[in-house]
């Protein structure tokens, strides 16, 4: 077959599916560290960042566009992606992401800077062993001192009942002929016959059968590069980093904010037994085992000193945050893994008011009207526990924020002048948090529309009707025109009152 002739094992005859990953963004990259405790690289100076294994680099071109004080070079082996890749970027007139045709093996020879940011999601797990050392390598040589590397695998506890049903797919797969995608269905359908036979691996493994059922919800073209390569993997923490300090890495952090936060993201019993271990990387095993997790979005640093308490201070009094979505939409309550938790009223909702009226640095939000009766450190508790629950995100200093505003001002005209790919999220680049903002079916075509409700109502509902889509609500298609015509004039309110405005205050939108 094709793929093992150049795909080393990896799915190359199937277009990976387009998307934007925000945790491979250096302000958030950045942000982790200092949560870890580091004095790591920083996204307020000239950099270079490498991303291995970009894909149609979507998330490349968009990081460049909202950090033009970056260089960027995307690195694919599959040359339709690095292909779509650069059309990608010069559609959107990003003059500072370069993309590169290599494999990893080819990329070692290759002559590229030296870089204060690599990253690599959805890699780790779905290549070979060689590959594997080939970019702990590349790290090693490229990665400069005080550098951040950011890896997302498939991680163990979590996906050890899912291995034997990857296993499954793949093999049957493999019986037989006909195009790649026809084979994944073939494949998928075998397994849920199997499962309705009553097959008792199923039946004592409940987290592949849940497996199994969600995978109809995904895009096709997902689950045949999750599942289908012939090296897919999950790992233990503790190996990646074990693989990882080869080219001299110090696990940092989570970019899952969250589970940066054992108060959220652990029990009380279960962060006990973590800390007991005395070591870093057993605690993360321990957290893993408490949580059952089933991925991993890590963030290394090599050669990041430790930073004492005063530097620390020093570092997030000048770090800038931003409100991540529209005030109303912020929630002080949420389901945790450590259960269900509410923040404090009193303590949060005045950092959100302060956000309200525009980005500010940890200084300035302590000098803020709205925050008059918090001190510093239960300010930084209320700051750090909005950014957990995802309210708050780490922005770009103020200084150049012009010249990001009309490089990201190119990149999002030229997106939202492409047809829309169904009802998919369009991410557009925001100059503020240096990073993307997703927009929804609807929040697109009220982009275009009049500024006045009755009037955005009605483009929307003669631009669904001309494309004939069918809207769907909380993951269901709306049936009738009366309900298609609430949701539209629901939306048209939001967006209108509380989503322009965010999307304006962060540069999204001129």
């Not at 108060?263 to 962060?271: G, M, N, V």
Request: hydrophobic share 40%.
């Amino acid at each position: 077959m094709l793929e093992q002739s150049w795909g080393e094992g990896y799915v190359v005859d199937v277009d990976y599916t387009t998307g934007f990953y925000r945790e491979l963004t250096p302000a958030l990259l950045r942000f982790v560290t200092l949560l870890g405790g580091v004095q790591a690289a920083g996204p307020d100076a000239p950099f270079v960042y490498h991303e291995l294994g970009c894909g149609n680099g979507y998330t490349t071109a968009l990081l460049a566009a909202a950090n033009p004080g970056g260089r960027f070079f995307g690195v694919d082996f599959n040359p339709t992606h690095i292909n779509n890749a650069r059309k990608l970027a010069s559609d959107g007139g990003v003059g500072n992401a370069s993309f590169v045709e290599k494999s990893f093996g080819e990329l070692l020879e290759a002559d590229l800077p030296e870089a204060e940011f690599i990253a690599l999601h959805g890699v780790w797990s779905w290549v070979s062993e060689e590959n594997r050392r080939q970019i702990v390598e590349f790290v090693r040589r490229k990665l400069k001192p005080g550098g951040i590397f950011y890896v997302s695998y498939n991680s163990l506890p979590g996906l050890s009942q899912v291995a034997p049903l990857q296993r499954l797919l793949f093999d049957h797969s493999n019986l037989g002929g006909g195009e790649r995608m026809e084979r994944v269905r073939r494949s998928l359908d075998f397994a849920r016959r199997l499962e309705k036979a009553g097959a008792d691996y199923f039946r004592v493994n409940p987290l592949a059968k849940a497996r199994l059922a969600s995978l109809d919800k995904h895009d096709p073209h997902y689950v045949a590069h999750e599942y289908y390569n012939s090296h897919w993997l999950p790992f233990y923490h503790a190996d990646v980093a074990r693989d990882l300090a080869g080219a001299k890495l110090a696990y940092a952090g989570s970019a899952i904010l969250m589970d940066n936060f054992e108060q959220f993201s652990l029990k009380p019993e279960t962060a006990k037994l973590a800390a007991e271990t005395g070591d870093r990387t057993m605690a993360e095993t321990v957290k893993d085992f408490a949580r059952n997790q089933v991925f991993r979005k890590d963030v290394f640093t090599r050669g990041a000193p430790r930073a004492e308490p005063r530097e620390l201070e020093t570092m997030l009094g000048r770090t800038r945050f931003a409100l991540a979505r529209p005030r109303s939409s912020c929630a002080l309550s949420r389901k945790t893994p450590a259960g269900d938790i509410s923040l404090h009223e009193d303590a949060h909702a005045p950092v959100l008011e302060a956000l309200a009226r525009g980005p500010a640095t940890f200084d300035e939000l302590a000098r803020a009207k709205e925050t008059a009766k918090l001190d510093r450190v239960r300010l930084r508790q209320s700051v750090f526990g909005l950014a957990a629950f995802g309210n708050v995100l780490p922005a770009l200093p103020a200084d150049g924020e012009d010249a990001r505003r009309a490089a990201a001002a190119r990149f999002n005209r030229a997106m939202l002048a492409q047809p829309p790919a169904g009802q998919k999220n369009t991410v557009l680049a925001s100059p503020v948090i240096g990073s993307g903002v997703a927009l929804n079916f609807l929040d697109r075509i009220f982009v275009h529309a009049p500024l006045d409700e009755r009037g955005a109502v009605d483009y929307a509902r003669k631009a669904v009707a001309a494309k004939g889509m069918r809207l769907v609500k909380e993951g269901k298609p709306v049936e009738s025109d009366a309900e298609a015509g609430a949701v539209i004039e629901e939306r048209a309110r939001f967006f209108l009152a509380e989503l322009l405005p965010f999307l304006r205050g962060l540069g999204v939108i001129e």
